[in-house]
């Protein structure tokens, strides 16, 4: 059958596609998509399913099965890094959550290991098939063509608007079971400012430029519609800070400071997303440099003028010289339209699989391997925590940090870096601390810990001993909390 025949005869309304899902099922939702249309036709039929369980990683939007009351319906359970929205439903303790590894997360299936979390169903979002049937993933690819390939049934919400990228970022017609025609609803200006009229005094005075500024496109502002709830509990600061725009925190410029001595010309960058990491990017962090690489699980706002610019050529990496490879450029390209217009049918840009690019082997490959990532907690034996509160309130997941530690740490002249602010909560809790406490859950094992940055300089711990450990983070933690821990550390470790 031509592929133009069998993608028609496959495209079914959003009612009859949620059919496929049975009592009982597991359906994916993999992280980095916007679905329009599945996830509400899925919630009018919650009252006549029991036991479906949905997992899914971090999402933009407010998907229905947010709120409380339907949990022996349809149970959410957040994968490796739940982000920003699902906290709350973990909070209340509504929702489970899967905390695997990225370069981990088929193992269990691979190997038919006994209760393996297998899909039923895969919801993904493509871009219209090209004249050879082929369909993208757009600008964020993760897991999703692993998930189409697992599944034993796979639906596909076409969005004409996603962008087209190169690597191994596609899927045949002939690979899905039926599609759904979704493009998001493109508004009018009219509509637009109706939306913000929505937004607080301060929101709207302030946010409503920046994005504007960006080039946001009308169809990605017409969500804040439904995301207006969340938002308006966040400071405006906090909610810039996701988008990539706004004040840089102060702390930024010396951690900024404190990681260009860390890094070199020529030198493979893998940088994670998050309120201290993003922010130095805009402040100036590579600037300057020459010849760096690119082989990272997202990319952070500020980061594709870079390329533009020749800072990042990918010249000396050892594998995919001259490339940029990710399994997502989210978050640069989810609010700029700028960076998603330079990405699209761009060959320097490749995305590739979770699987492959956070492969500790992958990473490893690469000669200079410099990984910087974000930390809540350090304690002074070198404990890093990056997941949850105290109180096991989940943050965030584990996501690939173990991916990308092991990784850098297995590279030929590679570094593993954390980065945190000394303090929290205004300056009066040190994030320094003397042990993580219970129900605080530990991301990285102390004996894997590298390089730790605050405003206050660098630890640098791997091969120390407990005592010089402790005294290496004593020195970079806020001067307000040095006498203590210092106690501590005479209590611990005899220091």
Request: aromatic letters at 12%; glycine letters at 8%; one cysteine or more.
């Amino acid at each position: 059958m031509d592929w133009r025949e069998e993608y028609k005869k496959k495209t079914v309304s959003a009612e009859v596609a949620v059919k496929v899902v049975k009592s009982g099922d597991w359906v994916f939702i993999p992280i980095g998509q916007s679905l329009e249309l599945l996830p509400l036709a899925l919630w009018a039929r919650k009252d006549e399913l029991k036991g479906v369980k949905i997992l899914q990683g971090a999402n933009p939007p407010s998907y229905p099965w947010y709120q409380p009351g339907y949990e022996d319906n349809i149970l959410v359970i957040g994968d490796q890094y739940s982000g920003p929205l699902f906290r709350p439903l973990q909070w209340d303790r509504r929702g489970d959550f899967c905390p695997v590894g990225y370069a981990l997360t088929f193992k269990g299936v691979d190997e038919s290991r006994p209760g393996a979390i297998e899909p039923d169903v895969t919801f993904v979002v493509v871009s219209p098939p090209n004249e050879h049937g082929f369909c993208s993933f757009g600008d964020s690819l993760f897991h999703k063509k692993d998930f189409v390939r697992k599944a034993k049934k796979v639906v596909a919400e076409v969005n004409s608007l996603l962008i087209r990228t190169y690597g191994d970022n596609f899927v045949h017609v002939s690979e899905i079971d039926c599609f759904v025609e979704a493009t998001p609803y493109v508004p009018s200006q009219e509509e637009l400012d109706d939306v913000f009229a929505q937004f607080p005094p301060e929101y709207r005075a302030d946010l409503e430029p920046s994005l504007k500024q960006m080039g946001t496109p009308p169809h990605v502002l017409w969500k804040f519609r439904a995301a207006l709830p969340f938002i308006s509990q966040y400071p405006i600061s906090y909610i810039k800070g996701i988008l990539g725009m706004g004040d840089i925190p102060e702390y930024c410029y010396p951690i900024r400071d404190h990681l260009r001595i860390l890094i070199k010309d020529g030198d493979t960058i893998q940088i994670g997303t998050g309120s201290t990491s993003n922010p130095t990017v805009r402040a100036g962090l590579f600037d300057g440099m020459r010849d760096l690489g690119l082989h990272s699980e997202v990319i952070p706002p500020g980061v594709i003028p870079l390329v533009k610019e020749g800072i990042f050529t990918g010249k000396y990496k050892t594998i995919h010289p001259g490339k940029v490879v990710t399994p997502s450029y989210w978050p640069a390209t989810s609010y700029n339209r700028y960076d998603a217009e330079y990405i699209n049918e761009n060959p320097l840009f490749e995305l590739y699989s979770l699987s492959y690019c956070n492969n500790v082997r992958t990473i490893s490959a690469h000669d200079n391997m410099v990984s910087i990532q974000n930390a809540l907690f350090v304690d002074l034996n070198g404990q890093i925590g990056s997941e949850t509160r105290p109180g096991f309130l989940l943050e965030n997941g584990p996501g690939g940090t173990l991916d990308w530690v092991f990784g850098a740490l297995n590279s030929k002249g590679g570094r593993s870096i954390f980065v945190l602010p000394s303090t929290a909560v205004g300056g009066g809790v040190s994030r320094i601390v003397p042990v993580i406490e219970e129900e605080v859950m530990v991301t990285v094992p102390r004996a894997y810990a590298d390089f730790i940055i605050t405003e206050y300089g660098i630890a640098s711990l791997l091969g120390k001993s407990q005592r010089q450990r402790a005294e290496e983070l004593i020195a970079i933690a806020h001067p307000d909390f040095r006498a203590g821990l210092k106690k501590e550390a005479q209590r611990l470790f005899g220091l």
